[in-house]
């Protein structure tokens, strides 16, 4: 099944998880159990607005049937996550699934703390109910460094131990991520700051702008490199990045990230707090990608928000990031494709079109009233993919800011569009992701309209998978 009934809502994403109704936001704790992907999220369950902060709880045998389970967490009257259970993580903590996340209690001044809830039964597939625990593990940021912003645990092993990352903003506006031993889940040790944003490589990277670095993510390759991912707060979320390179000890108890390179996470301005789970063979992430729309319309609605596809990421041999969408999406697609070669057809709502470019292609997507179109014009000579969204709005001040074209550089020879709703995600080559939100107006074709003298064209309509 999808994760939520067909929606009469033309913007409303089928296939893509979400819950039924009412807010979502950061994608929480991607974990392997007993066979399932399990996948959580911070949810309001009672309004489409961002209050009221809870932990939604989805799984799936494959990556795309998704079934809902109850909520996983909820706040506590009276404890340390009273104003809500914010982003985290989930482990396997010697055979019991423990979540560890940042909870904030009524009295709270910004900073949150490092809490943790265990599930009730780690022999129910479902992991259904969860037990928080009545105290933080960690109370608040380390003294001595002037932290303002404190939230977003997450649990890695590196050396044969087990350490955390979380993400931190200081007073005078530097960002970083503070590192802890957390062998034992149930001590924390502050182990010293892995990497800020005064790095030769993340300034360059990511400029000036961010205070601080929400939801650090950090993933080891087969090619034993690492990469750091990082969610850029200049006061409200803003866009993503990330580092690549090695994780070394320090001497002295600890870790040190020495970065070779680093980018944009994503390209897109509707994408934002991504999560990762490192799997035996290779690592996935789903982002958040918001609502770029009025707030009456999306009061209208009734849903906020959704979590993109499932994307596998790796490093290619330059230190850039690799970035494909998980082969298991190929499940959605319809036995037969819509269209095999360049050409004028028409659209189904949800889609997955590949174009290879030999030559300047100019890829149109949408076609509205006064003839103005959605392209995607992909120039191999120049190297460049250029997203044009025409005259489709987007509200400003969501996200990355701006409404005008975007411009990646790429071999521009590869382009891959999974289009669900009014979410669009691009994948260019194997290097760069573009993630925007596209709301469809009544008088709006959806027309596919390839132009270029060398392209070759597939794309399948994405259905309910049949198996299972």
Known sequence: ?????????????????????????DPNGPFRWRGR?????????????????????????????????????????????????????VVDDDGVPTAVYTGVDRHHTGLGTICLARAADPDDDALAEWKPSPTPVV?????????????????????GRRWALVGAGHADGTPSVLLYDCDDLADWRFAGVLVDGTGPVAAEAFGDQAVGWECPQISATAGGEWVLAV???????????????????????????EARTGGRLDHGRDFYAPAVLQEADRTLMWGWSWEARERGEV???????????????????????????????????????FVTEPGRVPLPEAYDLTVTARGLTTVSLLRSASGARLTVRMDPDEGTVTLDRG??????????????????????REVRVLVDGSLFELFVDDRATVTERVYRRPDD????????????????????????
Do not use: K
């Open 1 to 25: 099944m999808s994760p939520t009934a067909q929606s009469p809502d033309p913007d409303a994403p089928r296939f893509r998880v979400r819950p039924p109704a009412n807010w979502i936001n």
């Open 37 to 89: 992907h399990h996948l959580f999220y911070q949810h309001n369950p009672d309004a489409p607005i961002h209050a009221n902060v809870h932990w939604g709880h989805v799984s799936s045998p494959d990556l795309v049937r998704w079934e809902h389970h109850p909520i996983a967490l909820a706040p506590t009257p009276g404890g340390p996550d009273e104003a809500g259970c914010w982003s985290g993580c």
């Open 139 to 159: 109370t608040g940021p380390p003294a001595g460094l002037d932290v303002v912003m404190f939230r977003d645990p997450f649990v890695f092993r590196c050396g």
């Open 231 to 257: 969610s850029l707060w200049d006061g409200e979320p803003y866009a993503t990045g990330y580092l690549t390179g090695r994780l070394c000890t320090d001497g002295q108890g600890g870790l040190r990230f």
């Open 299 to 337: 009061e209208r609605a009734g849903w906020a928000g959704v979590l993109t596809a499932p994307r596998v990421v790796d490093v290619h041999p330059d230190g850039a990031l690799r970035v494909v969408p998980a082969p298991e999406l190929e499940l959605l697609r319809a036995a037969e494709p």
């Open 391 to 412: 005259d489709w709005p987007r509200t400003p001040g969501t996200g990355a800011r701006g409404a005008g074209p975007i411009m990646v550089r790429a071999p521009g």
């Open 445 to 468: 074709v959806r027309e596919l309209v390839v132009a270029g003298s060398a392209a070759a064209v597939t794309g399948w309509e994405l259905v309910p998978p049949t198996h299972g």
